[in-house]
């Protein structure tokens, strides 16, 4: 077993409006950024975890993304696996 | 008959609820802790405004993990009346109980203010004594009550008379005006599909008094005495 | 002599070499590092009051209906039904100009935590707020983050924040002021205090785990300049972990387990056991290795210093601990053991074998050094107080009716509901007049149907130019507002934010304006019960304008009676004074219009206010007043428009001869208030003003789409209403049909 970095990011689907992202483009329109032409807020979520393998860790944070960490009615998600840290504790 | 309040670690409204709920006559509060895994032979059950576990991933999301969720989905499956009131509406969408999903108002901030909503359908035992029509002042305060459900979910609640309340001005009209957090279709309130579930945005426990500005919400738990009584009779 | 310490060591800690030596010779050695910052701490402005007390002296703080006077985690007065309302207001102004989102967070946290550690219920909250002007994008910035991060916290906890107040002056630039007040209600024979009792009783602590955030909180808070001070310290608050918190603690009042209790607030741990054994005249031991941390590597000086939120002490009797923890754990909170309290008067922090701190609790409480200063105006302060402000008058020549709209819509006066929406101020079922309806919030006390209400006040500029007037302004125009919605004022609590109090004209703001506060309160019997200092508020070398913001309680009997501003249709609307002739001086008008903060304010007749505030509770309690509003800032004018914007009725409005003037419109008096009556009572209300030996003037009755006053202006409410409402500017809003 090691210890993996899970980075999961989830986003609120293309289709679902996003007023934090539109916000945050009026506010970088205001700043002066015009080339700004779009902008989508998300979550940023590091899990770090024990897992067999690469394979095994990603397939448990698909799992709990599922159960938790998005709600896929209204956002997707992508899942990265770092390379493994020293043997668990 | 006994209505259970169900307290999360985080609900805010759930004393409010008990409040309202021991002025209707007819009705027992009772509050339900949410590890607890007895319902206490309640007839119906309200889950709160609040945060409940802080909602600090999304609003619902963790308290529907709560070991009394297990038993609320039990009785809403065999039909008994469920009513969430914002955050426990986030409850009911998180935990499948209700179609569609509540995320950030429109205009990004939390907003507390009073709105009027006109009654779609009265189908549910939560509406059954208002009229379909028929306009109520309520109180509102929530930063993630932006209804949402795409477009083949709500052909289907249209279909089956799931929308229950919509966002409206005080001539029961419905605008972008109107629609002050940005839900689809100005969506203030849904059931499932019997209709024994209810979520709903606005708070009827805080609109149930003159004294504090309106007391329109009052015909929610009025209509669950009269279903209930009406059934058991 | 302390030939060890550096100058270096003096200054993390902010202590001057005269007060080490002190220290040193009081101790009779040389403190260690823990000791030092310990010492540091609890001798700071911010624990010690060491400016301010000997001022703070000046306050009464008895009356018959105190429960609670200054001392404890705050006052307390006595409700009917057997109840008492707990009450204190705090500042968080450093932190949040730091982090505003941040430092307005845990500034609600604090106090809220304040209140339920006294056993009450928190029941309502209010916050009083200064920024530099708001066209300027760091003013912007500032209100937007300390208003959503009062509203995020404050919301979670489900506590109603009902009122307040928001001010702009450039004087706040880089250092805005967050003052929040928090009431609760609780038994009157239950209320639980910050004592240690009998030696080995047991020390618990609760909440979150410590770490190394807000080390030195105290002493920050009692140097100047925010931005230049440390950043390593703020705070990041956790609403849901305070909620748990406050719902175990209320849960425990009653418990014959529990002797005291305390928060973890300034000086977190050091604060907190120190000022419980020095209530109590006891010692505390403890271990801090017994201590939950958040981080690894924490020496015993930044867990005894930190200042993590969430966190409470408590003292349980050594057979209640287990059923005191039950409690917590039910809650899903960590509890920890570490320590007990002694009978040797010693503060005595051990890490394992090692004694690392070992002082005495009297050194830290009673011992701080006392600063009498010398308080002197400067001489230009003198001559603004004295300008003839006449040519300034005159040089504005906008016609009537825009000066009217552009106040209106000017950040001081304009409406606050961008901000006040933000708040959730209907959660708990009882909020009567929430914000925007009335001068004063008026909350129903569930259990009993009396009335409470509230507010927060302060005239800044009034209190720059006469700090004795503007100390008395602030008491009674608290005061006035309460009798506004026909409530008799309970108490009050204050916060008292100034600048540097080592600057001659700085401590004498503060003393003169301490001074007119505690005459008005005693003219008008108002015990002060609680109250919180704020010193050093500077940026870049300019000192904020004096603010003692006070915050005010009060009650009626039937909470049903109370009544807004808002005009009634067909009501019949007077103008009551008791006191000066209003001027252009010193006003809002001057400064809005003519730019500039000058001239003499107005004093207010005491005597007469006590006459006003007394005919306004007889008047709504009797239910013959059907609205009623203070004139303040703005004038008459301003006032009408509130009256008409906020009942949504007009009215025709015509001024006795001698007051037929721009000075009477918009100019500026202590001690006038606009009432609407039933229009068949009309005689009545005049025999019992003449009675009351206030003047008295039938303005017109209120109805109709306009506002006018003969021969100055026509607006139609629509317009008065608009011109409010877009004072702190539309927010970013695109919503979906």
Known sequence: MSVWLGRVTVVLKASVNDPQGLAVLDGLHAMGYSEVEQVRVGKHIDVRLEADNAEQAEQRLHQMCEALLANTLIESYTVEVGAPEEAAR | MKVGVVTFPGSNGDMDCIHVLEQIPGCEPELIWHKSTDLLSADALVLPGGFAHGDYLRGGAIARFSPVMREVARFAGAGRPVLGICNGFQVLTEA?????????????LFRCAWVHVRVESNASPWLAGA????????????????????????????AREQVALRYSDTAGRISADSNHNGSVLSIAGVTNEAGNVLGMMPHPERSADPLLGSADGRVVFESLVHSLIGVAS | MSAQVTAEALREVALSRDEYDLAVRLLGREPNTVELGVLGAMWSEHCGYKNSRPLLGMFPSEGADVLQGPGENAGAVRLGGGLAAVFKVESHNHPSAIEPYQGAATGVGGIVRDIFTMGARPVALLNSLRFGPLDE?????????????????????????????????????????????????????????????????????????????????????SVEDPQESHKGVIQVGNPFMEKL???????????????????????????????????????????????SRRETGMTPYEVMLSESQERMLLVVTPDGVDAVRRVFQKWDLHSDVIGTVTDDGLLRVRDGAEVVCELPIHLLTEDVPRYTREGR?????????????????????????EQLLELLASPNIGSKRWAWEQYDHTIQTSTALGPGAADAAVIRVRQTGEGLALTMDCNSRHCLLDPYAGGMGAVVEAARNLACVGA???????????????????????????????????????????????????????????????????????????????????????????????????????????????????????????????????????????????????????ALAECSISGNAGLVATLAPEARSVEYLFGEAPGVVIIGVQPDLTATVESMSTQADLAWHRLGTAGGQDLAVDGFFTVEVEQLQSAHSRALGVPVTRVNP
């Open chain 2, 96 to 108: 499948g109980l209700l179609p569609g999903a509540l995320h950030r108002n429109q205009h990004i």
């Open chain 3, 488 to 638: 008799r004022p309970l108490g009050l609590t204050n916060c008292l934010n100034f600048g540097n109090p080592e600057k001659p004209e700085i401590y004498w703001h503060l003393s003169e304006c301490i001074r007119g506060m505690s005459d008005a309160c005693s003219a008008l019997g108002i015990p002060v019960v609680s109250g919180n200092v704020s010193l050093y508020n500077e940026s870049e070398g300019q000192a904020v304008n004096p603010t003692p913001v006070v915050g005010m309680v009060g009650s009626m009997p039937d909470v049903t009676r109370a009544v807004g501003t808002g005009f009634t249709e067909g009501s019949a609307v007077y103008m009551v004074s008791a006191g000066p002739a209003p001027t252009l001086a010193a006003s809002e008008w001057l400064a809005a219009l003519a730019g500039i903060d000058a001239g003499q304010p107005a004093s207010p007749d005491l005597k007469g206010e006590a006459r006003l505030h007394q005919f306004l509770q007889d008047g709504i309690q009797e239910g013959w007043i059907l609205s009623a509003h203070d004139v303040s800032e703005g004038g008459l004018a301003v």
């Open chain 2, 131 to 158: 009229q379909s029509g028929q306009v109520l002042k309520v109180a509102v305060a929530h930063g993630q009550g932006n209804y949402y459900a795409d477009q083949d979910t709500l052909r289907g609640m249209h």
């Open chain 3, 377 to 401: 105006p400067s001489a230009e302060l003198l001559a603004r107080r004295d300008r003839d402000v006449t040519p300034l008058v005159e040089g504005v020549t906008l016609p009537v009716q």
């Open chain 3, 245 to 291: 918190l406050m719902e175990a603690c209320l849960e425990l009042r009653g418990s014959p387990h529990v002797v005291g209790m305390q928060d973890l607030g300034a000086a977190g741990l050091t604060s907190s056991s120190v000022e419980c054994a020095g209530r109590t005249g006891s010692g505390i031991e403890m271990e801090v290795s017994q201590i």
């Open chain 3, 137 to 221: 994008r760091e003013s912007r910035t500032l209100l937007a983050g300390v208003v959503r991060g009062i509203g995020d916290y404050g919301n979670s906890l489900g506590i109603p924040t009902v009122g307040g107040e928001i001010g702009f002056s450039p004087s706040y630039r880089g250092n805005p002021l967050v003052n929040a007040m928090c009431v609760g209600v609780a038994p009157a024979d239950g209320l639980v205090r910050g004592l240690t009792g009998e030696s080995g009783n047991v020390l618990l602590l609760v909440g979150a785990d410590t770490g190394r955030d807000g080390i030195h909180g105290a002493t920050f808070a």
